[in-house]
C-alpha cells in the first residue's frame, strides 16, 4: 500500500528565506507526482507536475524534484513571501492521486 | 487553465436528510471524476472513481449507498450524501481528469457540508 509523508508537518519561517518542503513515499511505481498548494477553507491549487521520467520542474519560485529510486520529492520556494503561506501537499498519482499528510507553511512578515 | 466548478461551495442541512453536489468541467469532457472528502486538518481520501456513463469505483470503507455517484455527461458529476448524519459534515472536493497534460487532475473549489 502505498503511503506518502511529509516533512514539516509545519513551518513558520520569516520572510524572505529558502525553504525546502519534503515528501516520501514507499512505492515507486507512479504515472506522475503533483505538488499543490490549498488556502485555508478552499480548494486545490495545482503547482507542479512531475512525471515519472522527469527528476524537476520549475515555475517561478518553485522547484520540484523527483527521485523514485529514493521515494522522495522535494519542493522548494525561494524567496518566501507572506503570500505563500498555505498547506501544501504533495500527491502520487498511481491511476488515482494519493495525497501526502500536507506541510501547513506561515510566512510572516 | 482547465476549470472545475462545484455547487454549492456551502451547505447545511438537517439530519436525516439528503444532499446533492455537483462537479461540473467547464472548459474540456472528462472522462473521469474523482470525489475526495477532506476532515478538518486532515489531508483528502479518495471515495470513489467515477467513468462517464458506468458506475462508480468506491474505495473501501466508503459507503456506496450512502453517497451515490452519477457521472450522466463528460461535464457533469453528481455526489448525493443520503441520510446525512453530522459526522458526514466535511469538505467534498471533486476533481476530474482530462485536459492537457497525462493524467493530470483538475480540482473544483470544494463543498462545505455542515449536518446539524
Known amino acids: 500500500k502505498q503511503e506518502v509523508t511529509q516533512i514539516p508537518a509545519a513551518l513558520s519561517v520569516p520572510e524572505g528565506e529558502n525553504l525546502v518542503l519534503n515528501c516520501s513515499f514507499t512505492?515507486?511505481?507512479?504515472?506522475?507526482l503533483q505538488w499543490f498548494r490549498q488556502d485555508p477553507g478552499k480548494g486545490l491549487t495545482s503547482l507542479l507536475l512531475?512525471?515519472?521520467?522527469?527528476r524537476e520542474q520549475t515555475s517561478g519560485r518553485l522547484n520540484a524534484s523527483l527521485d523514485k529510486s529514493s521515494g522522495r520529492s522535494t519542493l522548494y520556494i525561494a524567496a518566501s513571501q507572506p503570500g505563500d503561506s498555505a498547506t501544501y501537499l504533495c500527491?502520487?498519482?498511481?491511476?488515482?492521486?494519493?495525497f501526502g499528510t500536507g506541510t501547513r507553511l506561515q510566512v510572516f512578515p | 487553465g482547465a476549470v472545475v466548478s462545484q455547487h454549492p461551495s456551502r451547505v447545511i442541512c438537517k439530519s436525516g436528510t439528503s444532499v446533492k453536489i455537483e462537479c461540473r468541467s467547464l472548459?474540456?469532457?472528462?472522462?473521469?471524476m474523482f470525489w475526495y472528502r477532506q476532515f478538518p486538518k486532515q489531508s483528502l481520501m479518495l471515495m470513489a472513481t467515477?467513468?462517464?456513463?458506468?458506475?462508480?469505483?468506491?474505495e473501501q470503507g466508503v459507503e456506496k449507498d450512502k453517497f451515490l455517484i452519477n457521472h450522466a455527461s463528460l461535464t457533469l458529476s453528481t455526489l448525493t450524501v443520503t441520510s446525512a448524519h453530522p459526522e458526514d459534515s466535511s469538505f467534498y472536493i471533486c476533481?476530474?481528469?482530462?485536459?492537457?497534460?497525462?493524467?493530470?487532475?483538475?480540482f473544483g473549489p470544494g463543498t462545505r457540508l455542515t449536518v446539524t
Open positions: 500527491a502520487l498519482n498511481t491511476d488515482k492521486l494519493i
Open positions: 476533481s476530474a481528469g482530462g485536459g492537457t497534460g497525462m493524467n493530470e487532475q483538475y
Open positions: 467515477s467513468n462517464e456513463g458506468s458506475k462508480a469505483t468506491y
Open positions: 512505492d515507486s511505481a507512479i504515472y506522475n
Open positions: 512531475i512525471q515519472s521520467s522527469q
Open positions: 472548459d474540456f469532457q472528462a472522462t473521469t
